[in-house]
T-cell receptor, first 113, second 113 residues
Framework: GAVVSQHPSWVICKSGTSVKIECRSLDFQATTMFWYRQFPKQSLMLMATSNEGSKATYEQGVEKDKFLINHASLTLSTLTVTSAHPEDSSFYIC?????????FGSGTRLTVV | SQQGEEDPQALSIQEGENATMNCSYKTSINNLQWYRQNSGRGLVHLILIRSNEREKHSGRLRVTLDTSKKSSSLLITASRAADTASYFCATPGSLYNTDKLIFGTGTRLQVFP
């Protein structure tokens, strides 16, 4: 079946540094990638939608200069959290369409200290 | 916010009992999906029901959809400890933007052996 590989699965970084999260579709072409953020015991909140080769579309309230999304190829999308702060600590999940339905990555737990 | 509401927020039952969770959404839809999330992991697609369907079954899962009330329910019969997870309903962003998924608030299910 369709698989999206998300890395890293967890990361701890210092405040002020940047962190890059990768999502790769392994056996299909991800024409669209969605990036979600999830706080503990809460639901997934859509941050942005990216189509291959285009600029990402950000949801209201999401800072595009802070959460940089790149979708340069049909199999790779990245989310970079720039100048991370403790309030950016969260669980980030990608989801790809282009295969059968939506395929989710396994998530990245980001802790900013 | 477009986010749908789910209830209960949390549900604890014994193995063998049935678990019912409800989802209410806000906009007109052409389909509704249910997903499962094990703690700290990505999402797994369970079932999709289209707006012209009222009920759908998949193994021990039964989903209903009432578009007049903008609500759906997920019933898990004969629950098992392995069903312990969070369950989310998800609807398309809009009738015209079916690409992005908007998730409900989720129900945390705990099944005790």
């Amino acid at each position: 079946g369709a698989v999206v590989s998300q890395h890293p699965s967890w990361v701890i970084c210092k405040s002020g540094t940047s962190v890059k999260i990768e999502c790769r579709s392994l056996d299909f072409q991800a024409t669209t990638m969605f990036w979600y953020r999830q706080f503990p015991k809460q639901s997934l909140m859509l941050m942005a939608t990216s189509n291959e080769g285009s600029k990402a579309t950000y949801e209201q309230g999401v800072e595009k200069d802070k959460f940089l999304i790149n979708h340069a190829s049909l199999t790779l999308s990245t989310l970079t959290v720039t100048s991370a702060h403790p309030e950016d600590s969260s669980f980030y999940i990608c989801s790809a369409s282009g295969g059968p339905g939506y395929t989710f990555g396994s998530g990245t737990r980001l802790t900013v200290v | 916010s477009q986010q749908g509401e789910e209830d209960p927020q949390a549900l604890s039952i014994q193995e063998g009992e049935n678990a019912t969770m409800n989802c209410s959404y806000k906009t007109s839809i052409n389909n509704l999906q249910w997903y499962r999330q094990n703690s700290g992991r990505g999402l797994v697609h369970l079932i999709l029901i289209r707006s012209n369907e009222r009920e759908k079954h998949s193994g021990r899962l039964r989903v209903t959809l009432d578009t007049s009330k903008k609500s759906s329910s997920l019933l898990i019969t004969a629950s098992r400890a392995a069903d312990t997870a969070s369950y989310f309903c998800a609807t398309p962003g809009s009738l015209y933007n079916t690409d992005k998924l908007i998730f409900g608030t989720g129900t945390r299910l705990q099944v005790f052996p």
